[in-house]
């Protein structure tokens, strides 16, 4: 469809300036410029100097001082095998069987994932003092030199930093003044994210506006503008999760009963040197197209994410082994570019490009 595919590129050249770079800016936009500048066209940057002022720059690449603020709070450490939780895994036959087929109304075949032996997996989550949530995430993210048979993330999405983290309060700004007062609302959400280079959050879009402060480390983001949402092969996966057993050390994978469906992107950007053949045949409008924007947001600066934009992250650690961050979820407008997204992503598409699997056969088979 070359339609779809003269949007990718529009929308790069209007709203993106067609360059390959996230802007940057090196001190915080006024609230005006930001609201044109950014979130009226729904445009990326990275903002330095903005956080100069947080004690936490400084304090948190103590140790001992988040050890000895949060000595009494208790948090949420998300545990997987491999550093990837909402990330789609693979699902033995037999674990399949017990999962009910997807209702009509949910369902169609373009959107059912035909490669049906993936699930998408949450981590396990478990409760416990933040000092030892700290040790286990430092102590698995040595590269060769830990046992430890699991990487360990902080990672609680649910306003943690307000709860759980709240004896931090005073290290950070409460929210980003100039992006409250463009956006004319106070974050809805806002979230510590605490881990080690282990860990790495699959592609994925949220209805948020997002900005994105990194305290120690480094956080590589991948970014594709809503417009590309063909490209990410989003399909219904079901839901299951990570079971960890403090006794044997190993995890089992449950799907979730009733079975429950997730629309969720079907790439991942780094595959092994063992499936990249395959998943560049699987998913041939993502690896032969327009490259996503790259960006490393370094300690110290925010990135805004404005909402609906595709986004994988990976990070480096700072020398102690671990990556903070602290990001502020804001409501975004549904508005009418809400409204031209469902549109687009309701428009079947099939690629120029070819692709020989016959999973995309499968899925383009009644297509405009
Ligand atoms: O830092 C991460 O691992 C993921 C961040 C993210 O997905 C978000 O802020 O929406």
Redesign the pocket.
Known sequence: MKEIEALWNEVRDLSLGNSSRVERLESPPTPLEFLRGFVSPNKPCIISNAINHWPALCSWTNHSYLMHVLSSSSVSLHLTPNGRADALVPLDNHELQGASPPSASSFSPETTASSSSLCFTSAHVERMPFPEALSLIFSGGGDCSSNQRFVA?A?Q?NDCFRSEYSALADDCDPHVPWASEALGCIPEAV?L?I?NQH???SF?K?H?E?L?AVVTGE?H?LLLPPSDVHRMYIREYPASHYRYSWDTGEFTLELEKPTRYVPWCSVNPYPSPETKDDEMSKFPLYFNGPEPLQCTVKAGEILY?PSMWF?H???SSDERGC?I?V?Y?YDMQFDIKYAYFNFLQSLHYRSALKSTSSEDLHEDSDIF
Do not use: I
């Open positions: 993330y990672q999405q979230n994210w881990g860990s790495q959050t994925h949220d948020y997002n994105y956080k983001f994410l986004h992250v990976r990070q990556t961050a990001n979820w």
